[in-house]
Structure formats: structure tokens, C-alpha cells
Nanobody, 117 residues
Framework: QEQVVESGGGLVEAGGSLRLSCVASPRSLSLHDMAWFRQAPGKEREFVARINMISGSTNYADSVKGRFTIDKDSAENTVFLDMKTLKPRVRAIYYC??????????WGQGTQVTVSS
């Protein structure tokens, strides 16, 4: 019954920027944290960034530190991923997760990001 939906993926030029959004529902759900993961074809899924929905504290993968920023709107159960200085010729599906205080981590369907040369 819980739902996580990502949006904002698409094609972007190398060095460009893109903003992803994710909404967890229902709105009454009390969330502990939300996070972003990504998976490229033929590779394992990897952690990108996580944010605590109460304190706002964040964690980032070393590969995206200084380029990606995760932010939140706790009242709307929404999280954002601002991606800058995107690397060339990369394609990955970005997945959003939401974790309630006493529930399991729920995953969205993903949104594809393609970086051209």
C-alpha cells in the first residue's frame, strides 16, 4: 500500500545538471529516512545519497560528493537529488527508497538518467 515514485530523469549533456524528485505516500507515513541508489547496465546497484527526514543529516557516496546534493521536504514526504557536473557517456536508473520508523524500506520503480558526450 505504501508507494514511492521517482521523476525527473532524462537526457542531459556531460557536465550538465539534472534534478530528480521522489514522493512517498501516503502522506501520513512517518519516515525515518529516504535515499537514492543507482544501477548501470551490467553493474551492481550502488548507494548514492541518504537523508534523515527528521534531522536532515545526509550521507553521500564518495563518487558523488561535491557534485550531488540530497534535500527534503518532510511535510510532503519528498526528497530531491540535485546532480551537477554529470560525467559523460553514463546511463543509469536512479531508484528512490523510503524507510518508515517501524517499517521496511520501500523502493520505487526508478527513473532513467542518460548523460551524453
Amino acid at each position: 500500500q505504501e508507494q514511492v515514485v521517482e521523476s525527473g530523469g532524462g537526457l542531459v549533456e556531460a557536465g550538465g545538471s539534472l534534478r530528480l524528485s521522489c514522493v512517498a505516500s501516503p502522506r501520513s507515513l512517518s519516515l525515518h529516512d529516504m535515499a537514492w541508489f543507482r544501477q548501470a547496465p551490467g553493474k551492481e546497484r550502488e548507494f548514492v545519497a541518504r537523508i534523515n527526514m527528521i534531522s536532515g543529516s545526509t550521507n553521500y557516496a564518495d563518487s558523488v560528493k561535491g557534485r550531488f546534493t540530497i534535500d527534503k521536504d518532510s511535510a510532503e514526504n519528498t526528497v530531491f537529488l540535485d546532480m551537477k557536473t554529470l560525467k559523460p557517456r553514463v546511463r543509469a536508473i536512479y531508484y528512490c527508497t523510503a524507510k518508515a520508523f517501524f517499517g521496511r524500506e520501500c523502493w520505487g520503480q526508478g527513473t532513467q538518467v542518460t548523460v551524453s558526450s
